[in-house]
């Protein structure tokens, strides 16, 4: 296989820099760095603390009540794993805002036990939910393609996650759906995203889905009507039914260890009984057996995994100090998932010397 430049192919800065207050580097897409070598991701967290959240929860209380219900309908869609920071935003519009939210979850490519025991805990404390779940066989069969071409196994994940919300939200005639955090603001992006309450379809699909829109798989091979479960329905048949999303995290203080405590409290969430391979944390992402090999490659395409990216934000959130996040990621970040690895390449349909080349073809660092 031809090697990907991807410093070229991801606009990566030449010279490596960290960031000097979490463990960040710049090699991260689209994240800023600025003349104090400070991260864009580090500076949003300054940014909040100078924001009015009660303010900003009297302009969510404005807009729910656009949208509320005065009947048995529901008045919002909210995507939904089950995990700590979906079942958060769902239950605080449920019981502190009186929404009547219909919770939306795209499948995992695999679950784990957990990950289902979460979904059903979350369903028993109180939540309707759907769940859009394609074919088995274009599932792997456009994951391995993804593999092959961009290095992320989880890019179809991506796509039903952002995209099937909406159909649902349109087939039900539901006008608002929320989102959890602004990832684009959290995680280090442009200072430009730091107030946006929403962003459009055309910059999720820059953001979100790297700039491979679902019609970029027609010209490997598949069908629309193989993908069809992935696209949502064509505007044109809800004229009268658009829908607005909205990122929760711009209305509230988005944490992830609060999220954490708080769905253990009020949806049964379970952290994982070990610790997830790569890092040190055991209620992140936790759903899904092959979520481990999507932030492996992220590893190898852009010199930081999994616990850089947890670490990074325990030292915003205040939690770790940037000396100690260092000593994790030395530690954790470099280590290879092996728990799920003979199932993640029965699943892709490679062997083990396929798995190598595209590695190596994807391989920065």
């Not at 990566?12 to 994240?31: A, G, T, W, Y």
């Not at 028993?124 to 992320?152: N, T, Y």
């Not at 091979?221 to 829908?243: H, I, Q, S, V």
Request: net charge positive; charged share 30%.
């Amino acid at each position: 296989m031809d090697k990907i430049d991807i410093p070229k192919k991801y606009n990566l800065p030449n010279e490596v820099k960290f960031c000097k207050r979490c463990v960040i580097s710049n090699q991260r897409p689209r994240i800023t760095f600025d003349a104090e070598q400070i991260c864009s991701a580090c500076r949003y967290f300054d940014y909040k603390k100078t924001i009015d959240w009660k303010k900003r929860e009297e302009e969510l209380k404005t807009l729910l009540d656009k949208y509320r219900s005065n009947n048995e309908n529901y008045d919002c869609v909210v995507p939904s794993s089950g995990g700590k920071d979906s079942a958060y935003v769902a239950h605080e519009l449920k019981h502190k805002f009186g929404m009547n939210p219909l919770t939306v979850t795209w499948s995992p490519l695999k679950y784990t036990d957990i990950g289902w025991d979460n979904l059903v805990n979350f369903n028993d404390s109180g939540f309707d939910v759907i769940m859009g779940m394609p074919q088995g066989d274009i599932k792997r069969r456009l994951s391995k393609q993804a593999l092959i071409e961009m290095g992320d196994p989880f890019q179809g994940f991506i796509y039903g996650q952002v995209l099937f919300p909406v159909t649902i939200a349109l087939k039900f005639g539901i006008k608002l759906i929320f989102r959890g955090e602004n990832a684009e603001a959290e995680y280090g992006g442009s200072s430009k995203s730091w107030n946006k309450k929403s962003l459009p379809m055309e910059e999720f699909k820059k953001i979100w889905f790297s700039n491979y829109s679902l019609d970029f798989w027609l010209k490997k091979g598949f069908t629309k009507k193989e993908l069809r479960f992935f696209y949502p329905p064509a505007m044109e048949e809800f004229k009268d039914k658009k829908c607005d999303s909205y990122f929760y995290g711009y209305f509230r203080n988005w944490s992830n260890h609060s999220n954490f405590y708080y769905a253990s409290k009020n949806t049964g969430f379970k952290p994982n009984n070990r610790r997830t391979e790569g890092t040190y944390t055991k209620y992140s992402s936790i759903d899904d057996k092959m979520d481990t090999f999507h932030h492996w490659f992220a590893l190898i395409k852009f010199g930081h995994g999994r616990c850089t990216s947890n670490a990074a934000r325990e030292v915003r959130e205040g939690y770790i100090t940037r000396e100690e996040a260092i000593a994790l990621v030395h530690k954790y970040d470099t280590e290879f998932p092996k728990l799920y690895f003979k199932e993640f390449l029965e699943f892709i349909d490679i062997n083990e010397d396929e798995f190598w080349d595209i590695a190596e073809k994807m391989e920065k660092f």
